[in-house]
T-cell receptor, first 114, second 113 residues
Framework: KAGVTQTPRYLIKTRGQQVTLSCSPI?????VSWYQQTPGQGLQFLFE???????NKGNFPGRFSGRQFSNSRSEMNVSTLELGDSALYLC?????????????FGPGTRLLVL | KNQVEQSPQSLIILEGKNCTLQ??????????LRWYKQDTGRGPVSLTI?????NTKSNGRYTATLDADTKQSSLHITASQLSDSASYIC????????????FGTGTRLTIIP
């Protein structure tokens, strides 16, 4: 099976712009989670989607949003970008999202906000 | 507040030596604990998942231990190889509340020849 794929791999934006990141989970996986990783804060949970529904959400402002499509592919959107949004954004998929199974991470999208 | 603390922050050892990484947590109620390996520029890869009743779990040269009473876990790497150079992240899960996963900030391990 192909692994989790994320596009684009690298992105440069300026403050105030918006960005959309894409994640394709492993075939058959229905749970997709998004994380932000920065050197100072480490990994932080953004949100989780399961069968097109947001199941959990972390403590991020409303500028961060996401959605999941019927084929389990997911997108994450950040509006009105700030310098502090520069980070590696990771997507992870699992079969049922029960928390007891392995999550498989994609390579990430590295976002730089200037 | 749920927290996961890892030590040391960074570690440098010679190839072939063993090492142990520590993870202390205050997450409650506890569901499971995971160790991930993250190579530079790549996403994390799961090494082990341990539940409350599991004390030890191995994955090749990686052995994780869990003491749920003291809320401590360790990851022992045996006969280190250059490819073990990576960040190792401890993640603790609870089934309560919105933020179910609490991440440690990781230990940066460097293996030198």
């Amino acid at each position: 099976k192909a692994g989790v794929t994320q596009t684009p791999r690298y992105l440069i934006k300026t403050r105030g712009q918006q960005v959309t990141l894409s994640c394709s989970p492993i075939s058959g996986h229905r749970s997709v989670s998004w994380y932000q990783q920065t050197p100072g804060q480490g990994l932080q949970f953004l949100f989780e989607y399961f069968s097109e529904t947001q199941r959990n959400k972390g403590n991020f402002p409303g500028r961060f949003s996401g959605r999941q499509f019927s084929n389990s592919r997911s997108e994450m959107n950040v509006s009105t970008l700030e310098l502090g949004d520069s980070a590696l954004y990771l997507c992870a998929s699992s079969d049922q999202g029960t928390g007891k199974e392995t999550q498989y991470f994609g390579p990430g999208t590295r976002l730089l906000v200037l | 507040k749920n927290q996961v603390e890892q030590s040391p922050q960074s570690l440098i050892i010679l190839e072939g030596k063993n090492c142990t990484l520590q993870c202390n947590y205050t997450v409650s109620p506890f569901s499971n604990l995971r160790w991930y390996k993250q190579d530079t520029g790549r996403g994390p890869v799961s090494l082990t998942i341990m539940t409350f009743s599991e004390n030890t779990k191995s994955n090749g040269r990686y052995t994780a231990t869990l003491d749920a009473d003291t809320k401590q876990s360790s990851l022992h790497i045996t006969a280190s190889q250059l490819s073990d150079s990576a960040s190792y992240i401890c993640v603790v899960r609870t089934n309560f509340g919105n933020e179910k996963l609490t991440f440690g900030t990781g230990t940066r391990l460097t293996i030198i020849p």
